[in-house]
């Protein structure tokens, strides 16, 4: 029987391999860019996102987000300029959401799941390098 993942669980599963295989993060003295900065960016954006719509949604797992993107900081943020871009990926999708929604409507719910559809296939596909 084939198990069916869920977006939330993809993208979870994908987070954990990410913080598990810092093997992304390359020695200190290498240039600061790395071929998947753009996807890196754009998980951290979305993870910010999310983490300010499933708060104003009323859900409780908020911090979850935003400790992904903590341990994600933690291990591809090897120079102040790394970690700079990514705080400001994550900054910069929560407050773009924070001054669209202001309360949980069903536009608020799809854009939640649309994130962490596309949130996972990223998460995935970075995972996937790391090995």
């Known amino acids: 029987m084939r198990r069916i993942v869920r977006p939330r669980s993809a993208l979870l599963a994908g987070l954990v391999v990410l913080t598990l295989a810092p093997g992304l993060a390359h020695a200190v003295g290498e240039e600061d860019r790395r071929p998947y900065d753009s996807k890196l960016v754009r998980l951290a954006e979305i993870l910010g996102a999310v983490h300010y719509l499933r708060g104003v949604c ?66 995935e596909g970075l995972a996937r390098t790391a090995r």
């Open 58 to 123: 009323g859900e409780n797992d908020g911090l979850v987000w935003h400790e992904h993107m903590r341990q994600l900081i933690e291990n591809e943020g090897t120079s102040a300029y790394r970690r700079a871009l990514l705080t400001r990926s994550f900054n910069s999708g929560y407050r773009s959401y924070s001054r669209t929604y202001s309360s949980c409507t069903a536009s608020a719910k799809t854009a939640v799941q649309r994130f962490i559809t596309e949130g996972a296939a990223l998460a």
